[in-house]
DNA sequence: AAAGCTGTCAACCGCAGGCAG
DNA sequence: CCTGCCTGCGGTTGACAGCTT
């Protein structure tokens, strides 16, 4: 004996509800309350399934469901539930207050995955193409190289991790390393403003040995008027928008992490790859800034001390 | 201006688990 | 324990708006 169909589609309705039927949804639903849903519709008055009455109710109509633009906080919040629990999206809006599991669904689909995969953290081979002489420095991790970006598509697409995220920012402290000492250089695609051609390119120095100054920006001159020392094609520095020493600063630590590529091989996921893309880099302070991953801000903050850079990976592991 | 393309999101579909009889 | 019902969940679809060419 076969089950009922809880959703039979004889005479029933579909596709999108009008005001009237949502009106008579929530009017029922006031007078009666949420549940029996498989009568409901008829009770209603309603043309429609059950089922479709109450993903209706649940997704749309019912009180304080929060809609719009998801804020950052909710941002990590689901990135970091993603992680830990996979694509389990009502567990995951049990976090998040008054935002549906369909609608964290959708936006998970539609934005974060997107901003996830765009940083290909999961490129299977990389060249140490930037800086093998860099590399022999004191400071060089053993089980990293780094290299200029790659242009390959990531062969895989795979879900970010809290685990994933807090790496990624060990890696480019143990990046910094080799890069610095490489003392040099190759300015990716950065924006710049003043009509710069995006094919100039810059070089300049990471920050060197730094005996006391209080920050990074001190030690390194930054300021409205910096000036950053230049090789190969120049460009104008001048032209750069430096309303703000932060904007300049910002400009300057984007462009060398996004030089970066890791190769993490001791990845669980084995030979992984890491890329910083310069909209990830922000500073927030004169000697701190945040890494972001996938195009968000998270909580890993690198501190430059002098002339280390620490890695503060604020609420995982 | 129009056609085609792309992204977004509400809604649908099928499955699985819990529960009552 | 079995069966059937109800509900919840996650994947997928399709309409539509905005963008691009």
Avoid at 63 to 84: C, M, N, S, V
Avoid at 302 to 312: M, P, Q, S
Wanted: net charge negative; charged share 20%; glycine share 8%.
């Amino acid at each position: 004996m076969g089950r009922t169909p809880f959703c039979s589609s004889d005479g029933l309705k579909k596709g999108a509800w009008t005001a009237e039927e949502d009106q008579k949804l929530i009017s029922y639903i006031q007078k009666h309350g949420e549940g029996g849903w498989r009568f409901l519709p008829q009770k209603a008055g309603l043309q429609r399934c059950g089922k479709s009455c109450r993903l209706r109710w649940a997704n749309y109509l019912r009180p304080g469901i929060k809609r719009g633009d998801f804020t950052p906080e909710e941002d990590k919040t689901i990135i970091k539930l993603q992680a830990e629990l996979g694509n389990r999206w009502a567990a995951i809006a049990r976090h998040l207050s008054n935002r549906t599991d369909n609608e964290i669904k959708n936006y998970w689909n539609a934005h974060l995955k997107k901003r996830l995969a765009n940083m290909g953290a999961d490129q299977v081979t990389v060249s140490g193409a930037s800086s093998s002489s860099g590399n022999s420095d004191s400071n060089a991790v053993t089980n990293t190289e780094c290299a200029k970006p790659q242009q390959s598509e990531p062969t895989k697409k795979r879900s970010a991790s809290a685990l994933l995220l807090n790496k990624l920012a060990t890696r480019v402290t143990q990046c910094v390393g080799p890069l610095r000492a490489s003392q040099t250089l190759q300015q990716p695609t950065m924006p710049f403003n003043g009509g710069a051609e995006n094919s100039d390119i810059f070089c300049h120095p990471l920050p060197s040995s730094t005996p006391e100054s209080t920050s990074w920006a001190d030690n390194n001159n930054i300021s409205n008027s910096l000036t950053i020392p230049e090789c190969g094609t120049t460009n104008a520095i001048d032209e750069r928008d430096s309303s703000s020493s932060a904007g300049v600063l910002n400009d300057i630590v984007a462009s060398e992490f996004a030089s970066l590529t890791c190769v993490d091989e001791l990845s669980d996921w084995g030979n992984t790859n890491y890329s910083i893309e310069p909209e990830q880099v922000q500073i927030d302070s004169s000697d701190s800034m945040t890494v972001g991953y996938g195009g968000l801000w998270d909580d890993d903050v690198i501190v430059v001390d002098d002339d280390d850079y620490t890695v503060g990976s604020l609420g995982f592991l």
